[in-house]
């Protein structure tokens, strides 16, 4: 497969991909155009890999978190949104997901890491791993810990206490 071929096939699902991983679609474009560029250079030994997505999401997975570690790189929040009003009907639907993908980006990065590749990318732990370069038990303690977190966030009143733990 040339490198023209993989960005045709793959490339809106790398966006998409990177979209879940950094919450805003104008950076995700820009980390998977910054992955692309290096992956050009290097396509020729990608591309004799037998798994050449599972390189290049890799390389998306960690530009992301370099991206991160870059301190000019993040935002500052000034206020919270007001909460959401009861919405009856079909908009009700559209409120639960904003909702929801607030608090998927509540997480820790490698908790959210391991959620998209997870739930949407459909990974199993070992593939999950060696995109993340950990142990596939890191991955199941990652997801774990991050469905937690979210069921603590979602309901509250009905999470167990953990002691401060998680």
């Not at 935002?75 to 998927?104: C, I, N, Q, Y």
């Not at 038990?137 to 977190?149: F, I, K, Q, S």
Request: glycine share 4%; aromatic share 6%.
């Amino acid at each position: 497969m040339t490198f023209e071929e993989y960005v045709t096939a793959r490339g809106p699902g790398l966006v998409r991909l990177a979209r879940l991983l950094c919450g805003d679609p104008h950076r995700a474009e820009d980390l998977v155009q910054d992955v692309l560029a290096k992956a050009y250079a290097r396509w020729r030994r990608i591309a004799r890999t037998e798994r050449p997505d599972l390189y290049v999401r890799q390389m998306l997975v960690n530009q992301n978190r370099s991206w991160w570690r870059l301190g000019r790189n993040r935002e500052l929040t000034v206020a919270e949104p007001a909460p959401a009003a009861s919405v009856a009907g079909a908009e009700s639907g559209v409120v639960e997901r904003d909702a929801l993908w607030r608090m998927v980006l509540a997480l820790p990065q490698r908790q959210r890491a391991v959620l998209v590749l997870r739930f949407y990318e459909d990974l199993d732990d070992a593939a999950i791993a060696e995109i993340l370069d950990c142990a596939p038990a890191t991955v199941r303690t990652h997801a774990m810990r991050a469905l937690a977190r979210l069921r603590e966030l979602h309901a509250p009143e009905l999470a167990p206490s953990t002691g401060g733990q998680l």
